[in-house]
């Protein structure tokens, strides 16, 4: 097991590989179930965990898209505010109004390739390289995107907006 933990921690790094492996698992009990035994049981589990880590950053590259082309302009409308579930049904994610006026803002200071960036860096702790993997192109242009949203997000206005929305009465 610790050379298939290092394996999809390659390719997703440490703070997804539980995910990943336990999805993994799960796929190939499932297969045992329904179809037997298989010849090489090492190789198959190999081939698993790869698809599994490729699918993970896929769903995670889509989450992070979806949360940004997300519309909120109707924030007091409980069915307009963010929701995310996954394809297993089993990841619900509701944000809250203040989250959902504070994305609001960052719309419209950064770009949406900032913002889907910033967020894989920082919500979902990707590497740069892994990003880049995911959006297109380099690592390079990645660590540059995600300074220029930080840069943006020390601006002093746009920090005093973000910390009305989070010490707002709800």
């Known amino acids: 097991m610790p050379s298939f933990?290092?394996?999809v921690q390659s390719m997703v790094g440490p703070n997804h590989v539980d995910d990943v492996l336990s999805k993994a698992q799960t796929k190939l009990h499932r297969h045992l179930q329904c179809h037997g035994p298989v010849g090489n049981v090492r190789s198959y589990f190999s081939t698993i965990c790869i698809n599994a880590a490729r699918d993970h950053m896929n769903?995670?590259?889509k989450l992070a898209e979806q949360f940004v082309m997300d519309d909120t302009s109707s924030l007091e409308d409980v069915?307009?505010?963010i929701r995310v579930v996954g394809a297993d049904g089993m990841t619900s994610v509701e944000v809250s109004d203040q989250v959902s006026r504070a994305v609001k803002e960052l719309?419209?200071?950064f770009s949406s390739h900032e913002l889907t960036v910033?967020?894989?860096v920082e919500m979902y702790d990707l590497d740069s390289a892994r990003v880049a993997a995911i959006r297109?192109?380099?690592p390079g242009a990645v660590r540059q995107t995600v300074r220029r949203a930080r840069a943006k997000l020390a601006d002093?206005?746009?920090q005093r907006k973000?910390?009305?929305w989070t010490l707002a009465p709800e």
């Open 5 to 7: 933990h290092r394996a």
């Open 59 to 61: 769903e995670i590259a």
């Open 79 to 81: 069915a307009q505010r």
């Open 107 to 109: 719309k419209e200071h």
């Open 118 to 120: 910033w967020l894989l």
């Open 136 to 138: 297109g192109g380099t």
């Open 156 to 158: 002093p206005e746009l």
């Open 162 to 164: 973000l910390r009305e």
